[in-house]
């Protein structure tokens, strides 16, 4: 299994909308990947923690090949939906899951 | 539930042992944090997408507070056994999990 990383970083000055997020756009990349996707999970910085990343969303795939599959004709619509929740640029980690959860 | 990140970046010229990350540090910290850890999850950075971070382990944790009450007593052995695997400097992120896996 793979996890692909979307981390948003928490800079100064920019603002990030978790409500949107979490309701509107992680259930719009859910739909168009479909059996692609395996599951996904989302998490939100600590405030009081001073996080690196305002938030993070991760998806979990079979493989890469299948990330691609499901997220490839859909790119400029799920990229295109950026704008309406956040002004931060994410930076993207594939890994390999090499301990899931239990 | 909380998550703490414990993200190690992929710098060249560094070492990360994965194999004894996986079978002896993260199986260390499980011991150690008892019963304040409700799982943990291991990602190892796939060399063909340059990931920002070599490997990253992730702590579940019912709160910030229980992590710190089964980390804080062991912090001394837990960060001591970072060198047995790694000479990369680790990078924390806390966050609160707003979407859970499934």
Known sequence: ???VSVMYPNTPGTHFNHDYYRDKHMPLV???LG???LYYTVDKGLAGA???YAACGHLFCPS???F???FGP???EIMGDIP???DIAPVIQISEVVVAKP
């Open 74 to 76: 859909h790119t400029k």
């Open 35 to 37: 059996k692609h996707l």
């Open 50 to 52: 001073e996080p690196l």
């Open 64 to 66: 890469v090949e299948a």
């Open 1 to 3: 299994m793979i996890k």
């Open 68 to 70: 691609q599959a499901g």
């Open 30 to 32: 859910k739909s168009r």
């Open 84 to 86: 309406n929740y956040t």
